[in-house]
């Protein structure tokens, strides 16, 4: 069936919403404003899905698309929509997720804070080998594996090191990992890089217990460090991922080449970057949302709890604030590296504690007077939550990267906590993703 009619809205994976004769109808590749004819192809009971066949009208904010993989790729699902629209969109969906989920009427939301470049944002890769010999994406709601030719969200360098690691392991003839079969040794490419050093660290996640080919792959790395334009490959390190799972990178490292780490700075601290350890993929971005997380803060605090603080980004960017700070975080590399960060950085008022911030015991916690928390997608754990909100911290400042679980325990936290500010942040132009700091006080 053929309708013709005008998108309204993205659906959270970027897909174009069209609203007709009480159906909800999902279109990929619309942007809001657009009069299109679409074709429904399944109906799926609550909803429709249709195809794009003729744009009749396309939206002001429509803008061609930068990357030849657009559509085919789920990675940049807005790079056709102009940038401040981008933002609108994000501000917006934020406002309505916590109006709509959390049930909030009064929003102290603060407008979003754009990103300075909306391109070569990030500083990591994470691409998956395919067969034949390819390095790239996986096809949208699939695995089978496309070959990357471009990405313009990354550093043209992360192009040049993917082509000569495709070329490299196709004339070494080595074997592509096959999750069906769990036979084969490449699993993952893993490019991270750092801004203040220019450094790159290079990362394979390989199905086999050491690496071999280890001379072939310094050779490569010189080779291609003659070609990089502004980074340098400083280490290679092979992460053992010998697991039937989904989970891309493992503890258990085998280095290759240098130290297992890069050098990068945010604020005024250094840190030493791993392969398998959280960091923001935008650090400009991550570092104005830390330095307003610090002003949060205040002066002279006694204790502040960083909970999910990964290497210690922001435990120690509010480290000047009081005379305390405890950063909890589940992965033992994360602790390892926070720990030797605050050493090389001479900050000695911060502890790390090793563990599930919602396993911990009162006693661990202690009794901050502001508790940070800036957890993974599915939000903060129920126990956790339920801890807060015995221990009444005076405030309580929650960076999230999901507007919807952040809606879920904003309306658990606003039994006792008041919002007193709402500010997102674009960490991660051109896609849907979009980072919110929360600021709640009792
Ligand atoms: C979104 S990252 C934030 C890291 C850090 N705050 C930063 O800005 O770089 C979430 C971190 O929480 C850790 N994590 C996930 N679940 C956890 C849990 N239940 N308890 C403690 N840490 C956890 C992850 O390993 C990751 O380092």
Redesign the pocket.
């Known amino acids: 069936m053929l309708i013709t009619a005008r998108c309204l809205d993205f659906t959270v994976d970027g897909a174009g919403v069209i609203r007709q004769a009480e159906r909800v109808i999902f279109v990929p590749g619309l942007v809001p404003g657009d009069v299109a004819e679409i074709e429904i192809t399944a109906d799926k009971k609550n909803y429709l899905l249709g195809v794009l066949k003729k744009l009749i009208e396309p939206a002001p904010d429509r803008v061609p698309a930068k990357c030849r993989h657009f559509g085919l790729c789920g990675g940049c699902a807005l790079q056709h929509y102009a940038y401040p629209a981008q933002l609108k969109w994000k501000q917006q969906f934020v406002a309505q997720s916590l109006r709509r989920i959390a049930g909030l009427v009064e929003l102290p939301l603060r407008p979003i804070v754009p990103a300075d470049n909306t391109w070569a944002y990030r500083n990591k890769a994470q691409l998956p080998f395919g067969r034949p010999g390819t390095i790239g994406f996986y096809r949208l709601n699939s695995h089978s594996v496309v070959d990357l030719a471009e990405c313009p969200i990354h550093h043209p360098d992360f192009a040049r090191i993917t082509a000569a690691v495709r070329d490299f392991a196709r004339q070494k003839k080595i074997p592509v990992y096959d999750e069906k079969t769990h036979r084969g040794i490449l699993r993952h490419l893993i490019i991270r890089k750092s801004e203040y050093l220019r450094e790159i660290l290079l990362g394979l996640v390989v199905n086999c217990r050491t690496f071999g080919l280890r001379q072939e792959l310094k050779q490569l790395t010189v080779e291609l460090n003659k070609k990089l334009e502004t980074y340098k490959i400083v280490s290679v390190v092979a992460n053992i991922n010998q697991k039937k799972t989904n989970k891309i990178l493992q503890d258990k490292q085998d280095i290759i080449l240098g130290s297992g780490f890069i050098t990068e700075k945010l604020g005024q601290y250094l840190f030493k970057v791993s392969l398998n ?4 993929v935008n650090t400009p971005q ?1 570092e104005k ?2 330095a307003r997380i610090a002003e949060y803060c205040g002066a002279d605090r006694t204790a502040i709890l ?10 120690l960017s509010v480290a000047g604030r009081a005379r305390n700070v405890l ?5 033992p590399q ?1 602790v390892q590296d926070a720990r030797r960060n605050a050493e090389n950085n001479a900050v000695r008022n911060v502890r790390f504690l090793c ?5 911990q015991p009162a006693e661990a916690l202690g009794r901050p007077e502001i508790f ?1 928390v ?5 939000g903060v ?1 129920p126990e ?1 939550l339920a801890k807060i909100l015995e221990l009444k911290p005076e405030k309580l400042i929650y ?1 999230s ?1 999901n507007p919807a679980s952040l809606a879920r325990d904003l309306k658990v936290l606003t039994q006792v906590y008041q919002i007193k500010e709402i500010t997102p942040y674009d960490f991660f132009p051109q896609t849907t993703h979009v980072e919110t700091l929360v600021l709640l006080e009792k």
């Open positions: 350890t959280f960091l923001q991550a949302a830390y960083d909970a999910y603080c990964g290497i210690g980004t922001i435990a950063g909890i975080e589940e992965t994360s563990g599930r911030v919602e396993d940070i800036d957890p993974p997608r599915k754990a956790l960076l990267c």
